[in-house]
């Protein structure tokens, strides 16, 4: 107004005022419901010249956070509000300009849709589309199953899983917590291991004798696999594993019988592989060369 009055002083005389001109001609928006939607659009005029007013919308959940506005180019930024609606509802209204330019409307139209996590695989809503991310990228799942959004969203209508929820992820392992969750709510079946061979006889020469077991895995999922023996001749390349370890559904575990921890005739020790729900042990018996040489020689006599 005072921008007005010092060019009416001056004998400045406008017989035609520009317009207002918006950034959006309306608004359609999705929201995911119990979350805000943030954005904003620009109000200026055809002129491209200095104008003030202020703005009002028709609905109590479309928050305006500068009602008035003045300036050339006025950024207005508004959210939408929809933390206690429901997914499926439908608002429609508007946003009322009233500026020294004249007035002007931005309709809107907001849809309330279900909450989720936004992923590679997609919108995850439910726990059938979470355990297909878990199967596909282990890693994201992880991320998913860590957020503090996983309860509101996955499980608002699983009250049973509540409970199992809050328990397992205070595990330090976030990969294990989820392998049984799956578990727990029957969307997988825990891993179960397989070896190639659970005895096996060495006649070990000077120069020792290096071996593999082939461990095969029935189902996709995280384990955690330790490998022990209580033997000092067996020498084990790995000690840890994990599932994800293997190509296909099988994985080599190498060892070595080292003659130099070997005493006269008979050696017996263990290969043990753990995992969390699973033993596996392979028997391993070794005839150190002299007392298998010294029978092959009574033999011959």
């Known amino acids: 107004m005072k921008d007005k009055i010092e060019r009416f002083s001056k004998g400045i005389f406008e017989y035609e005022l520009p317009f207002i001109c918006l950034s959006e001609e309306e ?3 999705t929201v995911e419901a119990g979350k805000t939607y943030e954005s904003s659009f620009t109000i200026s005029n055809s002129k491209l010249r200095p104008m003030s007013g202020v703005i009002y919308t028709s609905n ?13 180019e006025n950024a207005i930024i508004y959210r939408f509000n929809a933390a206690f609606l429901k ?10 300009v009233i500026s020294d330019c004249g007035e002007k409307i931005l309709p809107f139209h907001i849809q309330i849709e279900v909450p989720h996590f936004m992923t590679s695989l997609g919108k995850i809503k439910d726990l059938f589309q979470f355990t297909n991310l878990a199967r596909m990228d282990w890693s994201e799942a992880k991320k998913v199953f ?11 209508n699983e009250e049973r899983y509540k409970f199992l929820y809050r328990n397992l992820i205070k595990s ?27 005895q096996v006889e060495y006649q070990v020469p000077e120069e020792g004798i290096s071996d593999k077991l082939i461990l095969t895995k029935d189902h996709w999922g995280y384990a955690e696999i330790r490998v022990s023996t209580d033997a000092p001749f ?3 390349e790995q000690k840890f ?3 994800d370890y293997f190509i296909g559904n099988a994985h080599q575990i190498s060892y070595a019988i080292d003659p130099k921890h ?13 995992t969390a729900y699973q033993t596996l042990t392979v028997d391993i018996l070794c005839k150190d060369k002299k007392s298998w040489a010294k029978k092959t020689s009574n033999k011959r006599e």
Request: with cysteine; hydrophobic share 45%; net charge negative.
């Open 241 to 243: 594993l994990w599932a």
């Open 146 to 156: 860590r957020s503090a959004d996983f309860e509101r969203i996955l499980l608002s």
């Open 87 to 96: 997914a499926g509802e439908e608002f429609h209204g508007e946003i009322s």
């Open 60 to 72: 109590r959940c479309m928050l305006i956070e500068n009602d008035s506005f003045e300036g050339t």
């Open 234 to 236: 067996i020498q084990l």
């Open 262 to 274: 070997l005493k006269p005739g008979n050696n017996f020790g263990h290969i043990w592989i753990r």
């Open 172 to 198: 330090i392992s976030t990969s294990q917590a989820l392998e049984e969750f799956l578990i727990a709510i029957h969307k997988k079946a825990m891993i179960q291991l397989k070896i190639d061979k659970t």
């Open 27 to 29: 608004i359609r928006i």
